[in-house]
Structures are given as structure tokens and as C-alpha cells.
């Protein structure tokens, strides 16, 4: 027998109906009735169990359901279980006791036919029930295709997080109703948490972990243990007991179900590609706010929301990277980056060899290295080794003169700033921290870093963890410390000026470099080193250095080091005739007095002859005329600098005084040989100026 009313379904045999109905006469009735209009049985079942048995090797288009059943189970109960499994079901019964008809209404059947039924009337009620199935599963389909869309947008708008994921709860309202939505995951080891309690009808509060934890009297770290800890995979739904063992496990569950009254949720975790336990939970006020269908729901959205959500963390991946990128290449064009291994540093001695070794056995892993030597030993370019010789070798080095920087700008500079953290910080900055993820870090000057912000330092090297001055969230760093100086640290600490378990956190693998007194050897091969460089840079013949001034090389004191040798050489080189081996032009002892030796310890003034006056005779040709301003140069510098207690930036700071910029006041300064030393080094005029 065909569908008698004719409805442009599908044939009745691709329809799988199971029948539960325990009187015997009836359910064969039922079954002839269903096979002759042309329906598929996949069974007769007489009892809840035997249904499931029946549904579990091959799953029902639509059920047929008797109320009262053998067993102790009813209808009621077996249609509990269809509805959560999203199957169809109609009730055949002759029950017309209220009580009874009240919860099968609650069970929200497809149809009801009564006892006794006749074919017309079973025939009639499944016709219409499938156009009803088909049509609402067409309308269904249609609105969580718009759904996805809308939740598409909301998560692409070009905004944060939190504004995008409030859009994205405004669209999830109507179809997984909430009165407070949390939204967690952990990227690279941190935590982020998302919170939305619902005002009004389209109004919501953002509160921040902190107002949380003020409200709910709990920690920051309880707030943010996400229920996924203690949930099992896939959407599930938790009221009365099962929401309140749910609180048991999970200290943030049961904490804002206090503060806020709440008595349902809906958990969801996501498995969103390199992301760390994505949880969406809705809560609400009502106990049986969430019903199968919002799980069903859920379900068949996890999947596009992943993607989704991929794609989001994908495009922000990117964002990064281009972002990185740039700040990579501005600090790259200002530090021209040398590929320094051993055989650009130049020396054989055994001092040296002892460094190099040292420097191989630690390069290759993450250890905090401390650099320590006087100045222009190179430590520097020992740090540039232990990074090329890393497995960082790839990332960048970054390095950061703690000397050259005040104070107030340390901390921005090391760390970063949100936008409006201080007066003038106009725009979030990244600092040189974040800059280096993956790579290494040199911290040159280190004993000069203030008090304050060695604590911070300290922090950073224990927990691996930095904050943005005005930055609410800790990031994860990456980062491999070096440190230098050329300062004793053990007297520091012993003067109160370095903290000492930041010196011991530093110190794990100290590396101290040779003077260049305590490696006369490596002075010809250094200086021949230097020369054939100068003579390339400037475009000169080069035939050697001369025995005389190679003697005067090895037997001066250097104070200044290798830097101060390059400059002397440099010097030879320009003054050379370009036929002749190089002389140094004039004694090194008189000459190299003010040269790279703290600006504290320079010479007072009458130790220098009178202005107009060289330390050599009457110019003999315009390279000592050079040679003259230079010094001339040197010394007014050197003057400037000691009224201003050796301070180069900021209001009636040197820089200002000589109206040059203090970049370029460093510069000068470098070529001159003049170190920068801590204005508490200097002597004050109140305290004898010599
Ligand atoms: N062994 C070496 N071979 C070749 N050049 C060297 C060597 N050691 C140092 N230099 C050069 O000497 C100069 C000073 O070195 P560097 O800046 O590394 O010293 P430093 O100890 O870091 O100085 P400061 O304490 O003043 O910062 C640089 O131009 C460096 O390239």
C-alpha cells in the first residue's frame, strides 16, 4: 500500500521504523500494517533493553512506542534516551491518565495515536510526521548554517579576544542560552581566560580575573583551571548532582556558581591544533536549562568552530611572525649582525685558548653565561661566539647596553609597554626580551643595572616569565642570558650595589677574558691583525709594522685593551706614507694618557699642555693636524664630561652642553677612546675635583 496522502517524501522503504510495543496481537498488527504500505522493520522489541539491543546493531528512522512495557522501564523512560540520540518517536498507547499524558508531553514526541488505532490512522500520523522530520531538519540545517556564518564573523572582526569571543556569545545566546559564558585555553604555556555574565537582554559585563577573584574569594590560578580538567571529551551537561560534583572538582565552577547563583552548565572542549585545552562552558541560573538538544547542536558545530578557531590562531600566528619580522629587521639594520667564531678572534695565547674552551663546552646549551674583563677585552665578541655556536645560531642576538640607558627606560626597554602604561608611552612597545624569543639575549655593562630592576631580571631568570610595564598577562620567554662586565661583581654585591642571588643566578658559568697584559704575545699578531683591516678600510698599501713600534706596542700597559689598540693602529695606518713599514708618529705613553681609561681616572687638566700645545712638536703634516683636533676633541669632552660627573643624556647632561645629539656625543666618544662610566664613579665638584 502506498502513502495515502500522497506527500513528495522518499519512498517508504528507505524509512527504518522499530516498533517497542509488548502486547504480541498489536505488534504484528502494527508490523503488516507498516510492511504492506511499504516501511522497513528493523524489529519488534517488547521491553526498553531489548530496544536498545535492536538500536544498537542498526539505528531507527522513527521509533513506534507503547508506554507501558514488560520490564520496569516505560516508554517514557526509552524516550529520554531517543531524544538525547536525536530519534524520532511516536507514542501508541490507550493511557489517558493526565499524570501520564503530561510527561509523555515533556518527552516531545513527533505524534500520538490511540489505541486501538486504525491503519488510517497510523499510516496518516507517520506520513505527516516525516514531511514534518524532513521539513524541520531542512529548517534546522539552515539555521546553523547561519549560525556558523555569524560566529565566522564575529571571530574574524579585526579586534581582541575578548571583544571578538563577546560577538561570538551574542550569537551562541539564542541557540545555547547562558547567564555566564567562560571561554579558556593556554597558548605557549599561558593561560588565558575569558569571562561574560550576562545583564540584561542584550547586555554583558566583562569581568576581569581579578574582579572574580575579588567576588568569588578565590585565586587568580583556582579561576583559571577550566572544567575540562575534570570532564570527559565532547559537549556534556551537568545539573543538580552531577553540577554540583562537577564545583567538587573544579574550584572556578563551584566559585562562580556561588557568586552568581548559577545551577546548570554545558561543557565543551575543543581540540583547536596547537592550543591547549579550548573550553567554551556555558552556565545558567536553571537547573534543566540544557537539554539533549543543545548538546546535539554543539556536537555538530565542534568541528566548524575548530576550523574556525584554527584559522583564527593561524592568521594571528601570522600577524606575529610579519610583526617579529619587522622588529627583527629595524633592530638588524641598526646592529650590523658579525658571524664571529674562533678564527675571527685573534690571539693564541694560552689564556685565550683556556677561553675558547670554556666558550665550546657552554655554547651549546641553555646555560646564563657572565662574561667578565676589563674593558675592550672583547667580551663581546665572546658573546657573539657562544650564540653562533649555539643551536640559537639561527635566531637573532640581542643586546642591550644597561651603561647607555637611564634608568626610567631600562625596565620599558628590557620588558615592553602596553599603551598608556607611563606619560609618553603612546604606543604598546615590545621589549628587547620578547624581541629575542627563541634567540639569545646579551646583557652588556650588567653591574650597571639599577637595584630595582635587577630584582625584575632576576624574576625573568627563575620563572622564564616577563610582563609588559602596565601589562595585566605574563608572557612565556624563551631566552638564552649572557651577561658582561667589566666591573668586579663579588665587590658590588659586597657593597650593596649588586643583588648576590642575582649574581649567583648569573654566575653559573662564568667566563673571565684576559687582559691584554696578561697576553703580551697576542699583541703582534692582534696588531697585524688591525692594520691589514685599517689598511683595507681606508684603501692603503700595507708593508708591516715597524720593529720599533711593534716594541712600543708589547711593552705599553693598555689600559684600554684590544679596543685601544685597534685605535692606535688605526691611527698608524692613516699617518703611514703608504710606502714605509707603520710607526706609531708619536710616543703611545703621553699619547694614549686620555685614551680609554674611565673618565674618573683621567688627567686632570694640567697633566694635558696648554690649549694650542700637541703632546708633539710642530705639526709636520695635515695627519698630525688631524691628530691634534682629535685630541684637542678628546680633551674638551673629557672636560665637559667631568662637570657633568660623566652624565651623557638628559637635561644638563653632556650631550646637551656640546648641543649634540647623545647618540652622536656616544659615538664620538668611542672613537676617542673615552669610556662611559657611572656618574657615582665620578668625582664631584663638591667632593674635590681634581
Ligand atoms: N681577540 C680579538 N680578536 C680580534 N678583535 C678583537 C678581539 N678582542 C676584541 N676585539 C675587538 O676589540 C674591540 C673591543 O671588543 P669588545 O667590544 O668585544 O670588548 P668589550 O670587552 O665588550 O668592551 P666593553 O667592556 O668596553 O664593552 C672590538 O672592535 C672587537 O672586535
Redesign the pocket.
Known amino acids: 500500500m502506498q502513502p495515502s496522502i500522497g506527500l513528495p517524501l522518499s519512498s517508504t522503504s528507505f524509512c527504518k521504523l522499530l516498533i517497542v510495543e509488548d502486547e504480541y496481537i498489536i505488534a504484528n498488527d502494527l508490523e503488516l500494517i507498516l510492511l504492506q504500505a511499504g516501511y522497513s522493520i528493523i524489529g519488534i522489541a517488547d521491553s526498553v533493553a531489548e530496544a536498545l539491543t535492536f538500536m544498537e546493531q542498526e539505528q531507527p528512522d522513527i521509533v513506534l512506542l507503547d508506554i507501558y512495557l514488560k520490564g520496569n522501564e516505560t516508554g517514557i523512560d526509552l524516550a529520554k534516551q531517543l531524544e538525547g540520540r536525536g530519534i524520532p518517536f511516536i507514542y501508541i498507547s490507550a493511557n489517558d491518565n493526565r499524570r501520564v499524558l503530561e510527561a509523555v508531553k515533556a518527552t516531545q514526541p513527533i505524534g500520538y495515536i490511540v489505541k486501538p488505532f486504525r491503519e488510517k490512522d497510523i499510516l496518516t500520523t507517520l506520513e505527516i510526521s516525516r514531511y514534518r522530520q524532513a521539513h524541520s531538519a531542512e529548517l534546522r540545517l539552515r539555521e546553523e548554517k547561519a549560525l556558523q556564518i555569524a560566529l565566522t564573523d564575529a571571530l574574524s572582526e579585526p579586534v581582541s579576544w575578548e571583544q571578538k569571543l563577546l560577538s561570538a556569545a551574542r550569537v551562541f545566546q539564542p541557540h545555547v542560552p547562558f547567564d555566564f559564558l567562560t571561554v579558556s585555553y593556554q597558548k605557549n604555556g599561558t593561560a588565558h581566560s575569558f569571562n561574560f555574565y550576562r545583564v540584561g537582554f542584550d547586555e554583558y559585563q566583562i569581568p576581569s580575573l581579578d574582579d572574580l577573584r575579588q567576588v568569588t574569594s578565590t585565586t587568580v590560578g583556582e579561576l583559571a583551571q577550566a572544567p575540562a580538567d575534570s570532564v570527559a571529551d565532547g559537549p556534556t551537561r551537568y545539573s543538580a548532582d552531577t553540577f554540583a560534583a562537577l564545583g567538587k572538582r573544579n574550584r572556578q565552577v563551584q566559585a562562580l556558581a556561588a557568586a552568581f547563583r548559577l545551577e546548570s552548565a554545558l561543557v565543551m572542549p575543543l581540540h583547536v591544533g596547537q592550543i591547549d585545552r579550548f573550553v567554551i562552558t556555558f552556565m545558567s541560573r536553571t537547573a534543566d536549562t540544557y537539554q539533549s538538544r543543545h548538546n546535539n547542536l554543539l556536537e555538530r558545530l565542534e568541528q566548524p568552530i575548530v576550523l574556525m578557531l584554527e584559522r583564527v590562531f593561524a592568521f594571528e600566528e601570522v600577524a606575529r611572525l610579519s610583526e617579529q619580522l619587522k622588529r627583527e629587521n629595524t633592530y638588524l639594520q641598526e646592529e650590523v649582525k658579525?658571524l664571529v667564531n674562533f678564527e675571527?678572534?685573534?690571539?693564541r695565547s694560552q689564556r685565550?685558548l683556556q677561553v675558547f674552551d670554556q666558550v665550546t663546552q657552554v655554547a651549546n646549551t641553555d646555560t646564563t653565561v657572565l662574561?667578565l674583563?676589563?674593558?675592550?677585552?672583547?667580551?663581546?665578541?665572546?658573546?657573539r661566539a657562544l650564540h653562533n655556536l649555539s643551536a640559537r645560531k639561527d635566531k637573532i642576538l640581542v643586546k642591550i647596553?644597561c651603561a647607555a640607558l637611564p634608568a626610567t627606560l631600562i625596565e620599558s626597554e628590557l620588558f615592553g609597554h602596553e599603551k598608556g602604561a607611563f606619560t609618553g608611552a603612546f604606543e604598546k612597545r615590545i621589549g628587547k626580551f620578547e624581541l629575542a624569543q627563541g634567540g639569545t639575549i646579551f646583557l652588556?655593562?650588567i653591574g650597571e643595572m639599577p637595584l630595582e630592576l635587577q630584582a625584575k631580571l632576576l624574576r625573568v631568570l627563575q620563572e622564564k616569565e616577563i610582563e609588559r610595564l602596565g601589562g595585566k598577562t605574563l608572557i612565556r620567554t624563551n631566552v638564552r642570558v649572557i651577561a658582561?662586565?667589566?666591573r668586579q661583581l663579588e665587590k658590588e654585591v659586597a657593597e650593596g650595589r649588586f643583588r648576590m642571588d642575582l649574581y649567583f643566578r648569573l654566575a653559573t658559568f662564568p667566563i673571565t677574558?684576559p687582559s691584554l697584559r696578561e697576553r703580551p704575545g697576542?699583541i703582534p699578531l692582534?696588531a697585524q691583525?688591525?692594520a691589514q683591516k685599517s689598511a683595507r678600510k681606508l684603501g692603503k698599501p700595507y708593508h708591516g709594522i715597524s720593529d720599533a713600534a711593534l716594541n712600543e706596542l708589547i711593552r705599553h700597559n693598555w689600559p684600554g685593551?684590544?679596543?685601544e689598540l685597534?685605535n692606535v693602529i688605526e691611527q698608524a695606518v692613516i699617518i703611514n706614507d703608504g710606502y714605509t713599514p707603520l710607526s706609531l708618529g708619536r710616543p703611545l705613553v703621553n699619547s694614549l694618557l686620555a685614551m680609554s681609561c674611565p673618565v674618573s681616572q683621567v688627567p686632570s687638566a694640567s697633566d694635558y699642555p696648554a690649549q694650542g700645545q700637541s703632546a708633539m712638536s710642530a705639526p709636520r703634516d695635515l695627519q698630525d693636524v688631524k691628530q691634534i683636533q682629535q685630541d684637542t676633541e678628546r680633551e674638551y669632552i673629557l672636560s665637559v664630561l667631568k662637570q657633568t660627573n660623566g652624565r651623557i643624556r638628559g637635561s644638563g647632561g653632556a650631550a646637551e652642553r656640546l648641543n649634540l645629539k647623545p647618540t652622536t656625543l656616544e659615538y664620538r666618544m668611542e672613537k676617542l677612546g673615552i669610556?662611559k662610566v657611572l656618574a657615582t664613579q665620578f668625582p664631584t665638584a663638591s667632593s674635590g675635583d681634581r
Open positions: 658579525t675571527e678572534i685573534i690571539g685565550l662574561i674583563g676589563e674593558s675592550g677585552t672583547g667580551k663581546e665578541l665572546i658573546a647596553n652588556d655593562e658582561a662586565t667589566n677574558l697576542d692582534l691583525f688591525f685593551n684590544i679596543r685597534e669610556r
